[in-house]
């Protein structure tokens, strides 16, 4: 008994003796972690790790602890972020987290013809946490040889309610006029389902349907009431990133466009817009843009289809 009690701590410092120790992550290795880590940037912490790991394999359980670190105070800091924009959000008043743009464009031409024309449009987006609430107004006005050519007016508002992540319901008002095709005022109720096919960083695509009603009041007095389907796509597609153009400006191309066809008994109409937006600084850019209307059976002397491009300069806030 004495002598294993004599041979036993000889035994422990050897077995202490043949155990590595975890070697500290050098100076200059954590430096860099460090350094990672500040950015806030994941995928350049995961890098960063990575080749640490690999450069430094005995430090491997130092390296995680440090990773799985600042991925929780990251996960922590979001969740904090959007209870904060969560609370602004709801807390915020009618007139504020509206967002737009505001399109402008003009031309004249003298010579064989004398022409003047404007253009102007205002589109408003208020985003909640469940609502999100649309306005557009917008206006074209021409004039010819001193004769007005084309005066066109609308104005539209729709109010979405949130039921999923892909579903919502939608109600729907809008004003036209438009005396070259043929009606001073043309008024619209709708209201029904709507679904995001699409939702992604660079595309986004959705369609909305549902019954509606139309008043048209035409130049010649008369009126037309009727129950008609209504059929709505918006669609946006972010085309590129930093295109180089003139001046050093970058640019964002996008291509999108939008639709709304009524069918009633008497009459389809359609109305189309394509546009292509390239940005010249975080607020001013420039469109190109080509809009169709269409009516089935337009009234004596107008023509079905009525077309129009505009190159306009958008202002967004």
């Not at 995961?46 to 491997?60: F, G, K, L």
């Not at 619209?188 to 960083?201: D, F, M, P, R």
Request: hydrophobic residues 40%.
């Amino acid at each position: 008994m004495t002598c294993l009690r004599l041979i036993a701590p000889a035994f422990a410092i050897a077995a202490t003796a043949t155990t590595p120790a975890l070697a500290e992550l050098p100076d200059p290795v954590r430096a860099m972690v460090d350094a990672a880590i500040e950015t806030g940037d994941p995928d350049k912490v995961a890098t960063v790790i990575e080749i640490a790991r690999s450069t430094n394999p005995e430090s491997a359980d130092e390296l995680g602890t440090l990773q799985e670190a600042f991925e929780e105070d990251r996960a922590e800091a979001e969740r904090i972020a959007a209870a904060e924009e969560e609370r602004r959000i709801r807390e915020a008043g009618l007139l504020a987290n509206w967002s737009g743009q505001g399109q402008i464009g003009a031309f004249q031409s003298s010579g064989n013809t004398e022409s003047i024309g404007l253009t102007a449009a205002l589109a408003l987006t208020r985003t909640g946490i469940d609502w999100t609430h649309k306005m557009k107004l917008s206006a074209d006005y021409q004039r010819t040889d001193g004769e007005t050519s084309r005066k066109q007016w609308l104005a539209s508002y729709e109010p979405r309610y949130q039921l999923s992540e892909r579903v919502f319901t939608y109600g729907f008002a809008q004003f036209e006029s438009n005396r070259f095709q043929g009606y001073t005022g043309r008024y619209a109720l709708s209201g029904g389902l709507g679904w995001k096919l699409i939702e992604q960083s660079d595309m986004n695509l959705s369609i909305k349907l549902g019954p509606a009603y139309r008043r048209t009041e035409f130049v010649d007095g008369t009126t037309d009431n009727n129950l008609a389907a209504l059929f709505g796509l918006d669609f946006d597609w972010q085309l590129a990133d930093n295109i180089k153009l003139t001046n050093d400006a970058n640019a964002t191309a996008e291509g999108g466009g939008q639709a709304l066809v009524f069918v009633d008994s008497d009459n389809i109409s359609l109305s189309a817009l394509t546009g292509l937006e390239a940005k010249l600084n975080s607020s001013l850019s420039t469109r190109l843009s080509y809009s169709v209307e269409y009516n089935s059976d337009p009234p004596a002397g107008s023509v079905k289809t009525d077309t129009l491009a505009r190159f306009t300069l958008v202002y967004g806030f």
